[in-house]
């Protein structure tokens, strides 16, 4: 949490929604966590909608221009930091058709942890393997998991740390609405 604000890598508090991305200049992509599913906003558009019975397997972030730049899932720099001013990709499979997905969003001008962009990742996978990724459409559900995962030590980042800590922050959240 900030002053002003909260955040979790590239996941900020946006109006009375959270969304993934910079929703707060003119002519960005970013994701936005609706009730009703992840919501892809983009300049000249209406947008798209990814319902969230759709999402089938565990969400993954990438950092660069494009899409398909994911064999190192991007540059980091000594300081724990993720480096490079592009943008990031959300990626994951969906159900009914079957089909592997991206949603494009922009960076904030502010610099990313990257520890809490791996926070962020593991929370996402949590949600969907307990069923519940719907409770991301709940802004104050939300709200409770990023003041548990925002700021902290960012050493020691180990699988079974991050699933411990996202695991935290679930409980911490509580069960969300229905």
């Given at each position: 949490?900030?002053?002003?604000g909260?955040?979790?890598?590239?996941?900020?508090?946006?109006?009375?929604?959270?969304?993934?991305?910079?929703?707060t200049?003119?002519?960005?992509?970013?994701?936005?966590?609706?009730?009703?599913?992840l919501?892809?906003?983009?300049?000249?558009?209406?947008?798209?909608?990814?319902?969230?019975?759709?999402?089938?397997t565990?969400?993954?972030?990438?950092?660069?221009?494009?899409?398909?730049?994911?064999?190192?899932?991007?540059?980091?720099?000594?300081t724990?930091?993720?480096?490079?001013?592009?943008?990031?990709?959300?990626?994951?499979?969906?159900?009914?058709?079957?089909?592997d997905?991206?949603?494009?969003?922009?960076?904030?001008?502010?610099?990313?942890?990257?520890?809490?962009?791996?926070r962020?990742?593991y929370?996402?996978?949590?949600?969907?393997?307990?069923?519940?990724?719907?409770?991301?459409?709940?802004?104050?559900?939300?709200?409770?998991?990023?003041?548990?995962?925002?700021g902290?030590?960012?050493?020691?980042?180990?699988?079974?740390?991050?699933?411990?800590?996202?695991a935290?922050?679930?409980?911490a959240?509580?069960p969300?609405?229905?």
């Open positions: 949490m900030v002053e002003g909260a955040f979790l890598g590239p996941l900020e508090l946006a109006g009375d929604h959270w969304g993934v991305g910079d929703a200049r003119p002519d960005t992509h970013w994701v936005e966590f609706s009730p009703d599913g919501y892809q906003r983009e300049p000249d558009s209406e947008g798209r909608l990814i319902p969230w019975s759709r999402i089938m565990g969400i993954w972030i990438t950092w660069g221009k494009h899409s398909w730049n994911t064999n190192g899932r991007g540059m980091y720099t000594p724990g930091m993720v480096a490079g001013r592009d943008g990031g990709w959300m990626h994951m499979t969906l159900r009914h058709p079957y089909e997905h991206q949603l494009r969003f922009d960076r904030h001008a502010r610099p990313y942890r990257a520890v809490d962009a791996l962020l990742e929370l996402l996978r949590q949600l969907i393997d307990k069923g519940k990724l719907h409770l991301l459409g709940d802004p104050e559900w939300v709200g409770h998991a990023v003041t548990h995962l925002a902290g030590k960012g050493s020691w980042i180990t699988h079974r740390a991050l699933r411990r800590v996202a935290e922050a679930l409980a959240a509580g969300g609405s229905p």
